[in-house]
């Protein structure tokens, strides 16, 4: 059984996170996904590394993908690129708004070469507004958009939340946007225009706070959920728990040894907890102290939510991990063998494995001669710089 956007072909102008893994999310069902880079690289190729060949994050968010070089500045290869867009289903980038018109790959453009093209463009702010040609990185649009109080817990003590959330986030929007627009051409025919920004991205993910109700301040508490719900030190290593529901909150108190609060109406709602959560924590804080965290998490499993604190290395080969085959070891030229994430998503069609990140212009010859270039065409857009 074939995955499902096999067929589908999609060109990765695109670099750091947000766009290059958004297109690794479409070569896990099965795109053909064609990364392609200015002859410096991706810049995230060059991001420092404890690996000695590559950047670790390049590696991690660009699988699944053939790379080839071809500089759009000069007047060969943008024709060249024009070539592969004629056979090509989706376009992404992510330049600030006013650069694709300046090297003629705008959306009107290339869609006078390609009517039903689907073209995603990834912005920091979005493509109109004072901000429009910024500069919009993950860190700076957490700072923008709130993120950044929020995970610090006030106004006074900003903090960012490292790893790229913003970013990874845009990226699945990227993957969303794409295939939303590829049913919409199955329906209709037509091609659009799909826009992906960190900003709306940001925003997104503070959608249960970004609530502002007529009647109360606009700086009104937009806490939700029970302030006890936290990391825990334990006897040895940290568990995270939270028991919202009554009966969770009921088996908290039993395994912790204090059943009778489980039945206390000072604390007999959530609500209430959290109003009280300066009397709860101590007790639990103090409780947890006699078992360690992993001893915590298999005394509490299937009746508190809580999961004791790991770091991402114990994910290599954690059961729960290979039992769902989320770690798929490849080959590298440079590298050598490398371990990574297989797929995001499984569905119960195709099932291929994920292929690994390339090398710089690994693929040019390849990938230009399965769109019809010939050898001496590929001979002469690399003796003008074009290609390398």
């Known amino acids: 059984m074939s995955d499902a956007l096999e067929g589908i072909v999609v060109l990765d102008l695109t670099g750091y996170i947000a766009g290059p893994y958004g297109s690794a999310l479409l070569g896990d069902v099965g795109a053909e996904i064609i990364k392609i880079e200015a002859p410096c690289g991706d810049t995230l190729r060059q991001y420092p590394s404890s690996l000695k060949e590559e950047s670790r994050a390049f590696l991690g968010v660009n699988r699944n993908k053939r790379s080839i070089v071809l500089n759009l500045k000069r007047d060969e290869g943008r024709a060249a690129f024009y070539r592969l867009v004629e056979q090509a289903d989706v376009v992404v980038h992510n330049f600030r708004p006013s650069v694709p018109r300046s090297l003629g790959i705008d959306y009107e453009t290339l869609r006078s070469r390609r009517p039903d093209l689907i073209y995603c463009s990834v912005t920091g702010y979005g493509e109109s507004g004072p901000l429009r040609d910024h500069p919009g990185y993950d860190t700076m649009l957490q700072c923008f958009t709130g993120l950044a109080v929020m995970q610090g817990g006030g106004a006074g003590q900003p903090k960012i939340l490292n790893g790229s959330i913003v970013d990874y986030y845009a990226a699945s929007m990227v993957a969303f946007g794409v295939s939303s627009a590829l049913v919409h051409r199955l329906r209709t025919g037509e091609g659009q225009h799909v826009k992906v920004s960190l900003l709306r991205s940001a925003m997104a993910l503070a959608a249960g706070r970004f609530i502002w109700a007529a009647s109360e301040p606009r700086d009104a508490n937009r806490d939700w959920g029970a302030s006890y719900a936290r990391i825990y030190p334990t006897r040895e290593g940290y568990l995270y728990l939270q028991a919202p529901s009554p009966a969770f909150w009921k088996h908290l108190c039993e395994a912790l040894g204090f059943p ?56 290599f080969d954690h059961p729960q991990i290979l039992a769902e ?64």
Not at 265 to 285: A, F, M, N, V
Not at 288 to 305: C, D, F, I, S
């Open 260 to 315: 009778e609060l489980a039945e206390d109406p000072r604390y007999d709602s959530l609500k209430k907890r959290d109003d009280r959560s300066g009397e709860i924590i101590p007790i639990i804080e103090n409780a947890l102290k006699q078992h360690t965290a992993r001893e915590w998490e298999q005394l509490m499993y299937g009746k508190v939510p809580c999961i004791a604190v790991r770091k991402i290395e114990e994910m």
């Open 325 to 388: 085959g989320l770690v798929v070891e490849h080959e590298h030229p440079r590298v050598g063998k490398y371990l990574s994430l297989s797929r995001a998503v499984e569905m119960g069609i195709g099932g291929g494995s994920s292929g690994r990140a390339p090398m710089l212009g690994e693929h040019t010859d390849e990938v230009l001669a399965r769109f019809g270039f010939r050898k001496d065409e590929i001979a002469e857009l690399r003796a003008s710089g074009a290609v390398s």
